[in-house]
């Protein structure tokens, strides 16, 4: 048997604002943005750069009780990991596009990571595995 997370639901407050965030600032690939009118919603879906593995599903609060998890999908802890392949080259390029990163780079014995936000606030680690992972 093989399977796979194909997608990870990120409550967003408008799609027009995520993707502009994760596309134009954080530099990830839309690859889908359609409208569902049966349910009257957008199927936004966007993936960082050389990754066919698993997107997000960009998706909008829709009722009153989801407007809380905006922002804070995790309850303050870090939600999701950004893998890349060269720290150093990622860190500074994030950095002069407006990331706000809350943790500075540090060295662990798995690798280099440092934490950000992304536009709702919720957290995200930056990380170059170096133990063979």
């Known amino acids: 048997m093989k399977q796979s997370i194909a997608l990870i639901a990120l409550v ?11 596309v134009n600032t954080l530099g990830f690939v839309l690859v889908e943005d359609s409208y569902q009118p049966e349910q009257d919603k957008r199927w936004v879906v966007v993936r960082p750069p050389g990754d066919g593995g698993t997107s997000l599903l960009l998706a909008r609060a829709s009722a009153d009780h989801q407007e809380p998890f905006i922002g804070n999908q995790a309850g303050g802890r870090v939600f999701l990991f950004l893998q890349t392949d060269d720290f150093w080259r990622d860190h500074p390029k994030m950095v002069a596009a407006g990331i706000r990163f809350t943790r500075e ?13 992304d536009l709702y606030r919720n957290l995200w680690d930056l990380v170059e595995f170096t133990d063979g992972r």
């Open 12 to 22: 967003v407050r408008d799609y027009d604002d995520a993707i502009d965030f994760y």
């Open 105 to 117: 780079p540090k060295v662990e014995p798995y690798g280099i990571v440092a934490v950000f936000t």
